[in-house]
């Protein structure tokens, strides 16, 4: 494109429309030198760059031309080209690493996490023995035999009794002058007869069992319960609801529990007062006292 064709063909549509540079300037905000510069194809008078592409731009708009035309045809006419940067500088330098150090890293981690393992692994078999020897203990209370239950009150075995010198009633000896008829023994009237059972040799009797100590829990809804039978922790672990267990001790229990009013007690057949108010937790010691004077209980 020759010099001043932009600038002429630019001043020309200007004026078709009746449209003075002034009016140009204050709707753009473009100094009016500047729009001559650009009707006049001075340049060297223009800011350059972005802004004298803007200001094209800005004054085709304007005037209602096709803005991508008009831009291309001013970087025809000023040679106005944007430059693509190339690369002058030199690469940057590549420190050389070191193999070893990575592999030291890698094999300490991993160290660390066979370690860790076979750590968390034991911790973990111990837990597991832990609880099942506890689950075992509470299964063991809870399945023992009927037969090894004793009742309350307890009657030993019927036992001949063993006479004493004492329980027989003296006989009379017959006198050697008396008649035959009259050598009838007598016994004394103050003195019973004496069985056949009573004469007959017996072993003493054996002294009377203890009275058996039994406890059972009955849960109504889930809490924690730990159990003492005597001086061992015989149950120590979460019921759920409906779930119960019977234990048995020779001295005392002691309960505990999260939720004093989800458990119900009953101590050989006798229903005992709750461990405190639902909701809040509660401990009760049971010794043999409890039954004393209580129906169905020993003394």
Do not use: C
Request: proline share 8%; glycine share 8%; no cysteine.
């Amino acid at each position: 494109m020759t010099k001043g064709t932009f600038g002429d063909n630019l001043k020309r549509e200007r004026e078709m429309r009746g449209v003075s540079l002034d009016e140009i300037s204050a709707a753009t905000r473009i100094a009016t030198r500047f729009l001559q510069a650009i009707e006049n194809e001075q340049w060297d008078q223009l800011p350059g760059g972005v802004f004298n592409r803007g200001f094209v731009r800005a004054v085709a708009h304007y005037l209602g031309l096709d803005e991508e035309n008009i831009v291309a045809e001013y970087v025809l006419a000023a040679g106005d080209r944007q430059s693509v940067p190339v690369w002058s500088g030199t690469p940057p330098a590549v420190t050389s690493e070191k193999p070893w150090l990575a592999w030291i890293f890698a094999v300490v981690i991993l160290i660390g996490l066979i370690a860790g393992g076979w750590f968390g692994t034991r911790r973990f078999l111990a837990w597991r023995a832990a609880k099942r020897a506890a689950q075992n203990a509470a299964t063991s209370a809870t399945d023992s035999p009927a037969s090894l239950e004793m009742p309350a009150n307890p009657v030993s075995a019927a036992a001949p009794v063993t006479p004493t010198p004492d329980s027989v009633a003296p006989t009379a000896v017959p006198d050697a002058t008396s008649n035959a008829a009259d050598s009838v023994p007598a016994t004394s009237s103050a003195s019973p007869a004496v069985s056949p059972a009573m004469t007959s040799g017996t072993t003493p009797a054996a002294p009377a069992a203890p009275v058996p100590f039994e406890l059972k829990i009955a849960a109504d809804k889930k809490t924690k319960v730990t159990v003492h039978a005597d001086d061992d922790r015989v149950f120590n672990g979460t019921m759920k609801a409906g779930e119960n267990h019977t234990f048995t001790a020779k001295d005392h229990f002691e309960i505990s529990a999260h939720d004093a009013g989800a458990v119900q007690l009953v101590l050989n057949g006798k229903v005992i007062a709750p461990l405190g108010s639902p909701g809040h937790s509660g401990k009760v010691t049971l010794t043999r006292e409890a039954l004393k004077g209580a129906p169905g209980g020993g003394n």
